[in-house]
Every structure is written in structure tokens, then in C-alpha cells.
């Protein structure tokens, strides 16, 4: 697995050994000092800089070999991605920037925010090739990501106040918090020291050699050494005053919690050497490392975050054995990290374009450990959650490419860095990941797959153990033409064409089918075709299966599809049966009796399904009669297959799909999962059938046979747990049961009080265990009970009042307000309890049964309460500004996302507003406004420099409410004109030019006019001098005679930019600009042309001064004044846009055939070039600061 990137290329030097020493770390001030030491073998002799990546960090000092002192220079574009531009606000830009920037300080091209100029004192020594030492010491004050401090405001020592910092981030943010090389394709050595207070425990990469302690035992310093080579970014720490726990059944792992959980970890962890044994036995092969170490955390970035030796996880993972839905999730979570220990920090990815690689293979693996653990029923649904989650994201958002290095996409941002992708995308990308290596397995076999993991880990295990200079390391990287090789050499199969379809391109297969059975010649005449129109599709040709399910068995066949509609004619092995019973052998081979009469006679086929075993990334669309839905539902051994028919059978209502899914809901043998979505399609087929249903409503019989008293069904029996497959339809049948209506679309009383007498029959007293999940799903399911409530409001805008509730509604916030209150007193696990119970208050807000309050859920949202409270509550809060668009409220959810502590609270509300936006691109509201655009372009840019992940959130945000391009709400200069920009000479921003680029410029007038005037083109340039620059004068050269200027005002203020944007300050900081336009003979309409430019090129040609005040730094919400017009205000200033927009389209007509355009600003009295030199001299000079009574914006920088 030799490295075959442009890594070797472009970094002149190899890294060998890192020290990293903390010398100290003081937890209250959220701030560490301490050094780093490269060890650095030159690959060059005239090696004369070093690039190093860091961010955030103060350096003090370099030294080469601790002798010579060397200079250094930091530069970071990335903290501020669109530099100076003051007009630009469409994402395309954003886009290039972004990538651009990113480049500029990735590794893998050679790059680094600090460039070490070696002194030259070196050179001799380096050009003999000899390694040297790179000493840098730095210190990091109140990190912004990357190390993240955990400071509860509670009084008390420190084991109960338990302070703590940790490692977290996305890919490559190492350089958030120490000096290194942070790129997966450069691993080495490592030795770690961290001196923290006495009290405190430092947890970080490799072994613990020592523990050395202070004379005066006030501090102390934990001594690691990694001796297997690791990139900088799997380097991992956390600090704080720590619960250790050894594992009993496998001393090689320890595990750490904050104080008071140790019972909990106790429990949580007491599986884990089964994963461990799980994978070593199926990799034949050791777990790569000599340790292990668990970290539960409080505030952690995410749930899991893997680093060598250590796992870094978040404290709500951990549960005790009283809870049920929790033990499912934490056991998968960290069964996969243990999988990540050998294909993501062990085996690293060598560039981005090969991280699906250890991403596709730990899952792949992780699969595996919950097929054995939670049976292949979990498995399989797991795989088909996955598919449908690709599928939907590849139809509504767009492609995902696992190898971006061939192909980009179109997607508003780039694939081609970790730091620009979408945290949605990489979650789609993921599960892509995952069914690749599925698919793969599938192509050449589970054994063969895994004899490929055994040769990549017994190789990696083989080169760690060799020294740098033997070049073995490249073993411990994973790319996708080693891996190719590592598969031809294992299989002899050549997996090229798989790897172009699936890997190289993006898209779904997209198929529908039908078939008819033709009698005469006993075959199935299938049709097949391909929806190559449909978004996010591909064409896919090779094999496909589809199996037929007859009266004497299940037959797979197999097909090529070649074209985009194929028809098959397939022979059937059965005869059709008149009145003969016999029974009818399944895939598995058991054999059933199945009533026939509801199935043609003529026809033996019982049921047909296309690519059972999900071997393609498709998506199936297929037609059939409802009785063989049926028939697949009842008696189909795959859950895929009974997950297919229960979505058909939505579509189908009628009595026979009642009684499927009723039997189904009733079979112990089915699969859980499967009984509880039959119970949900079983009340939406109810609801389509309310005119013609018959008997009690849907379940509720059924509900009380399983879980009513013996003497009374209507009472419910004591809660026992022990049947898992019983505890989740408890929760699932009350739900489901709650979205019934009746003929008048409102919940059967019945329902009602039906689900009220759950609450008040409950009983956990003789259960071992918990209820919470179960409580928290009653309050779930009374409140989809709730319908829009219809009144009459004696006073106009008079919101709901106690007097005036329905009883119903009053039971259900007597439950709420109960169940709240009782939370208080004693907190449920994860107070899931409280999660549901302000879900279920919001939803009555929105339907009109309690006014709309938003402050009551801000006060749970603030920081202090429990995360998952926290987010129910951002969720109403995101809800309430959907529906009400109030601006103040819009504001405070930023002001929560940019100064927050908690940085997944920040991610999640802002994936929230993505998922439920307050409004859309081209819709009207109050929230469309310029304040709102440049805060969120402020947040974007530079803002969140610290955090890719926030960053990202934020473009997709921006994506969401405006598009690609330049928001409508913007104003638009009435200055703002583009000339016959029909060459594509200038790429560059004209709103900005370097000073030192003037002359550059003139020189290419002159060459740009003496061309003109033999070719008789007419062309305009517009050259934007002296920016920022203190010399207000301005170089013009005099036009030839036969230039006529285009008459613009280019001093003038657009009458519409916001107040703030114009200071007195200007005058110092003011662009020039000359305008020159060759004259021509009369030409066609098309060859001239002026256009009012609204999207995405406003900024060019601009010449309004940019000088702005910086915006304050207080993180406080601006209030609505400062941020919205008053409403008539606002439609003015539209209207007043509009009307010279449209004046501007008719002057365009009218002036089709004139060659000198006036601008309606100008007076016809003056000569052309006199105006704009009296423009360009009032902005210069007297800049006004403009004053609108009936607007007032936020200051924003420009």
C-alpha cells in the first residue's frame, strides 16, 4: 500500500518522531502552554522552509535543533474566507473561496498557516540530508474549537465541581490546539507530556510509561509514548478529575468518567471485550494497539469521536440496567469506535478522496458486531434504513461521490475538503460508505472480503514495526488504488468497473416495474424500466435478481439490464392450482399453508420482488395487485420484503390489508420493528377506510388482549418489561392509535380516553425497569390526538384563555403540567419525560389551544439545562419562528449559535433551521432582510473560522432561505451596471484591486485600446485604483478623441443602501474608478447591451465607498429596530427598486441602437467624462454619511 498521492511530491521532508509536551493546563482560565518538537528528515538538498499547520495558537518562539533561532511567518486565509470583498452574497462565490482558502493551508499540497524560513546556518547540515529538530513554543487562551473546556457555574472542590477539557472536531483539527502536520497521510511516532494539578487526571494517545509528581505535590505529569506511527489528527487529550475504571475481563482497556458514574460505566462497559473478541476473531489478527481507553465526557462535540488508543464519548451514552432504548444505541456506538481503533486510526485514510475507505470498512464491520449481537433481522433493517437515507438525500439534495479527485458535483459547496462539505452530506456520504463495502461483499464474498481486511491490517502491523528510513509506513495509509491492488491480489477479480459506477459517480438506480403472467406459455412477462430523468439517478448496467415466489417454491433469476426499458420473459416452474391444498415451501424452506382464494386463479405466482438482497444502491418502484402485497407481508421471511409491502399497502385500503396487517401486529414470530410500522399503517389505512370501518377502532382490541387486565381488559396490567417485543408495541399501539380520526378529521373519544386511562392506570411499582421511554410516548401520543382547534373570538385578536378550553384539551395539560412538575422533583433518565412534554405544548400552540409563547421555551433552552431538554426546546423555538417570523426571535436562535458554550447545541440549531426553515428562497416574509443576510454571510466568513462543522451549517442555512445566488432583499445600487461583459478575460472582483496592481492595470488599457481601435470592438473596463490607500489623487490617461464615455454617476449613493454603510471615515478609504468604452459603427441589437445585473455579478463595477464600521463585539441579540424597517418603509424602498429596475429594462429597449447610454441620475448638461470625474471627487472628498429616518440596519462589515 505504497503511497501514490502528490504528498511525496509536494512536501520536501518526511516526519519521523513529534514530541508534544503541555507543560501546563489551568482548567478555570481555559488556557494551556507548552511546546511541540518536530523531527524532520529533509528529502531535498536545497530544502530552504518548513510549513507547519496551526491555528488559534500565540507562538513565541522557533528554534532549529535548540541552536539557531529561526523566523517564521503566519498566515491563515481561512479566517476570513471572502477577503475585503465588500458586495459579493452569492454562494458560488462563497464556494470558490472557501475551496480556495482550504487549499491554501492544506498539507497535503505542501501548505501551512506558518512558514518556518530555516536559517542559514542549516543548509550545509541539511544538504547532506541530515534530520533536524523544529522547537516551536506556543500557548492557546480560550480555544474557539478544537479543545474544548467543560467549566460547571457551581461552587464546591473540584471532584464535585469536576471541571474538564477534551479533544474534539472534524477531520484535520489538530492545528486547533498544538503545532503539527495535520494531514492523515504523514503518521510518525509520537511522545506526549501533559503537567496538570494534582487532582486532575491527563488521558491521552499511546501508554503510560510514568507518573511524575512535584516536590511539592501540587502538580503532576503523565509521560505517554505512542510507538505505532500516527497522523496528527487521530492525536487525542482529555483532562479533568476522572473515575478509572480497569475492565475485569480485559486489562488492556481503562475506562474514565466524571465523578458520581462510575456504577453506570460499571454496567455500560460490561460487553466490550466481546467486541473486541468479536473483531480480532473475524480479522484473525490482534487489536493494533497495546491499550485502549474509554473518555465519557460532558458537552462532547459528538457522540463518539476515535483517536489512537482512545475514544473520546459523550456521558448520556452511559445507562444503567434498568434502561431498555439506550442499552440498543450505546452498544452499537461503541462497538463501532472499537472498529475504528483498526480502520481509521491504525489504517489511516491517505487523502480525503479515500475516506470512505475506514469510514465504509468500520461501519462495514460494526454491521457485522450487531448482526451477531441483535440477530440479522437488525442488521438487515439497519441496511435498509441506510439505502433509504442515500436514496432520499441523492433525490432531494443531490449526488454524493465517494472519490471526488475525477468528478466535482453540483452542489452549493465543495467536495474536495472535509473542511467545506455539509454535516448532512457526510452523514449521507457515510452510510453511501457503508453499502459500498456491503455491495462489495456481495461481489466477491463475505470470506474473500475479509481474508482482503486481514491482508491490509497484517501489512499496516508489519510496516508500524519498521524504522522511518525503511519507507514501510505507507503501509498504515489506505487508498482507493491500494486498495484495488490489495483486492486483485487476494481475489484475482478486477473491481475497476464497480468502483468507476459507484465510488467515482453519484446516483441511485432508479427502476419500475410491472409484469403480467401470460397463461398460454406459462411465463411472467416482466417489464423493467430505468427513470433516468429523476434527480439524483444513474444508469446502471449489469446484473440485476428478482425472485418470484410460486406455488411450488421461491426462484431467483438473473438478468442484464443493458437498456433503459428491458423486457424478460421468465418461465415459471408451477402450474396453477384449481381447489388443491398443499403446502407452500418458502426462501427459507419452511413450508406454510396460505389461503389462495384471494389470488387469480389462474396464475401461480404468489408474489415478485426485484433485488431482494439490496446488492444495488436502487431504488425500486414496483406494481402489483394488492393480494400479493398481502401475501408478502404474511408470509415473506425477509423484514425488507415485509417493510415493502407494508409501504404498498398505504395505497391499498381495503378489508384485506386490515386483516394482514392486523395479523401481523398480532404474531409473536414477526420481527418487532416490522409489528410497529404495520401498527402505523394500520391507522392510516383506518382513516382511508373511516366511512366503511366496522367494530372498535383499529388496535384497540388488540391492545388490550395483549396488555389488559385478565378481569378487566379496559384496565391495563402493571408494567412488565421482560418481553422486549411487548415493551416496544406498548409504546408503538398508543401512538399509533392517536393518529385514528374520524368522519370529522378529529380523534374518536374512544382514542381519547382510551390513551388518558393509560396515564392513569400506570404502574411501575413491581417493574425492573424503568418506565421513562413509556411515559415519555403517552405524552407523545395524547398529544397526536390534538387537532386545530376551532372557536369563536368574542374580541377581535383575542388569543385562547383557560375559560375557554375544550375538556379535552384541559386533560391533556393537566398530565403535561403534572408529569413537568413531577420531573422536577424526580428526574426521569435523560428527562425524557420533560423532551415530550414540551414537544406536546408546542403542538398546542400550533393548533390554537394555548397562545404562542415563546419565552417559556427559551427558558429551557439556555445554557445550565440538559442537552436533550435543550433541544426539544430549540425545536419549538425554530417551530414558533417558521410560524410566527418574528425577527427578535430569529436573532436570539443566532445569538444562541454564535455564543453558546455547548458547540452541538450551536450544530443542531442550525441544522434544525435547515430542516424546517422560516421561509424559502423566493418566499415573502418578514424575516427576508438585509440584517439577516449579512449576519449569516458575518457568520460564514469569519466567524466560525474555528469550526468547519459551523461553518458548513451556516452555508446550508444561507443555501436554504436564498439559493446560490445574490438574495433578492438586497439592495441594489442604482450605479449598478454591466457592459457587454461577453469576453472572459477579467475573472478577477473589479470592486477590488490591489494598490500595487494599478500600473498593471493602465499598462493593459493601453494595450486593451490601441487592439480596439483596429478591430472596432466595443468592450468597457472598469479599473478600481487605490483601495484603502491614504493619496486620494487619481491617475487618469485623456481618452482618444473618438472615445465617447458611458454616461454613469459614479459618485452618487445609491439611494437604497442601508444607513451605516457611508461613514465620514470614507474619504481617506474610497475607490477610483475610470470607465473607458470604444465607439463603433451601428451593429446588430445583440452586440450592445446594458443589463441591470440582480444575482450574482452585483459587485462588479460597483464605485460606492466600502469603508464601514467594524460591528460591535458584544454577542447580544440586536433588537428589532436595528435589524427591520418598519413595514412601510420597507415596501418604499422595495417598491423604489423595483421602479428603477423596470425603468432600467425600458431604457434597455429604447436605446437599443444609441451608443450613448445616460444614466437617469445624470444631467444632460455636462460633458460625460466631467461628471464622472466630479463623481469620483465627491466620494473621494466629500463622502456624505447618509441619514434615512425611516430605516435603521445593524452595522455589519462589508
Known sequence: MKREGKSDVTRPYKLAHQTLCIRAINLEKKSLIGYVELLIHPLRHDLKRVKINSKQCRIYHVSINDQHEAKFL??????????????????????????????????????????????????????????????????????????HFVIPDIQGPVHEKAPHAFTGGLNNCSRLWFPCLDTYSEPCTWKIEVTVDNELTAVTCGDLIEVISTTDKKRKTFHYFLSVPTSAPNIGMAVGPFEIYVDPNMHEVTHFCLPHLSEILKYTTNYIHKAFEFYEELLSSRYPYSCYKHVFVDEAYDESTSYATLSILSTNLLHSNRIIDQTITTRNILAEAIAKQFFGTFIAMQTWSDAWLPLGISGYLGGLFIKKTFGNNEYRFRISNHLKDVQEYENRVGGIVLD??????????????????????????????????????????EQLLIQVFNKLVALASTGASQKVGANAWGNLLLSTSSFLKIISTVTGKDISPFLDLWVSQSGCARFFGNFVFNRKRNVVELELKQDLGAKGSIKYVGPLTVTIQELDGSFNHNFKIEENKTKFDITCHSKCRRNKKKKIPLMTGEEVDMDLSAMDADSPVLWLRVDPDMSLLSHVTWEQPDYMWQYQLRYERDIVAQREAIRALENYPTAGTR????????????????????AYCLAKVANSMVGVWAGPPAMMTIFRKMFGSHSCPAIIRQNNFSNLQHYFLLKTIPNAMAMLRNIHTICPPEVFKFIMELFKYNDNSRNKFSDNYYRAALVDAVAKTVTPAITLMTTPGQGPTADNLSLETKQILEEITRYLNLEKLLPCYRHTVTVSCLSAIRTLQKFGHLPSEVEFF??????????????????????????????????????????????????????????????RRLEASALHTEGLVERLWKMMNCTFSYDSRL?????????????????????????????????????????????????????????????????????????????????????????????????????????????????????SQSKKLKLKVKQEPPAPESQMSITMDTSSRLSE??????????????????????????????????????????????????????????????????????????????????????????????????
Open 74 to 147: 503566519y498566515n491563515d486565509p481561512t479566517l476570513e474566507i471572502c477577503q475585503g470583498d465588500a458586495k459579493q452574497r452569492n454562494l458560488d462565490y462563497f464556494q470558490h473561496c472557501h475551496f480556495s482558502a482550504m487549499s491554501a493551508v492544506d498539507p497535503d499540497n505542501g501548505n501551512g498557516e506558518i512558514t518556518v524560513r530555516l536559517p542559514p546556518e542549516m543548509y550545509m547540515h541539511i544538504a547532506e540530508l541530515r534530520p533536524f529538530r523544529v522547537c516551536i513554543e506556543f500557548s492557546l487562551e480560550n480555544p474557539k474549537g478544537g479543545l
Open 659 to 678: 386483516r394482514a396487517l392486523t395479523d401481523i401486529l398480532e404474531d409473536d414470530h414477526c420481527f418487532y420493528r416490522i409489528r410497529m410500522e404495520a
Open 951 to 1067: 461553518r458548513c451549517d451556516v452555508v446550508d442555512v444561507y443555501f436554504t432561505l436564498y439559493g446560490r445566488t445574490r438574495p433578492s432583499c438586497l439592495p441594489i445600487p442604482d450605479n449598478m451596471v454591466v457592459l457587454n461583459l461577453k469576453d472572459k478575460r477579467n475573472r478577477m472582483n473589479p470592486a477590488f484591486v490591489p494598490d500595487e496592481m494599478e500600473e498593471m492595470f493602465d499598462d493593459e488599457d493601453e494595450e486593451l485600446m490601441e487592439e480596439e481601435n483596429s478591430q472596432m470592438d466595443t468592450e468597457t473596463d472598469v479599473d478600481v485604483t487605490n483601495i484603502g490607500g491614504e493619496d486620494s489623487s487619481l491617475k487618469r490617461k485623456s481618452p482618444p478623441a473618438s472615445d465617447t464615455s458611458v454616461v454613469m454617476s459614479l459618485g452618487s449613493v445609491p439611494e437604497t443602501c442601508p444607513e451605516g454603510i457611508f461613514n465620514e471615515d470614507s474619504t
Open 404 to 445: 471526488p479527485t475525477k468528478r466535482d458535483s453540483n452542489h452549493h459547496f465543495s467536495i474536495k475538503s472535509p473542511h467545506t462539505v455539509s454535516p448532512r452530506y457526510m452523514e449521507a456520504f457515510r452510510s453511501k460508505s457503508l453499502l459500498v463495502i456491503r455491495m462489495l461483499e456481495q461481489r466477491i464474498g
Open 858 to 919: 427559551k427558558s429551557y433552552a439556555r445554557h445550565g439545562v440538559f442537552r436533550d431538554i435543550r433541544l426539544a426546546a430549540i425545536d419549538a423555538i425554530v417551530d414558533f419562528i417558521k410560524t410566527e417570523s418574528r425577527p427578535e426571535d430569529m436573532y436570539w436562535i443566532l445569538s444562541l449559535v454564535e455564543t453558546d458554550p455547548d458547540l452541538y447545541i450551536r450544530h443542531y440549531a442550525l441544522q434544525q433551521l435547515v430542516l424546517n426553515p422560516p421561509f
Open 1101 to 1198: 463595477g460597483s464605485s460606492s465607498p466600502t469603508n464601514t464600521p467594524r460591528p460591535s463585539e458584544s454577542g447580544a441579540p440586536l433588537s428589532f429596530a436595528g435589524l427591520l424597517p418598519s413595514s412601510a418603509s420597507a415596501t418604499d424602498l422595495s417598491s423604489a427598486t423595483d421602479s428603477k429596475a423596470h425603468k432600467a429594462k425600458k431604457k434597455k429597449k429604447k436605446n437599443k441602437h444609441k451608443h450613448k447610454h445616460k444614466h437617469k441620475h445624470d444631467r444632460p448638461d455636462k460633458d460625460p467624462l466631467e461628471r464622472i470625474r466630479e463623481g469620483s471627487q465627491n466620494s473621494s472628498e466629500n463622502s456624505p454619511s447618509l441619514q434615512h429616518s425611516t430605516l435603521s440596519s445593524p452595522e455589519f462589515e462589508i
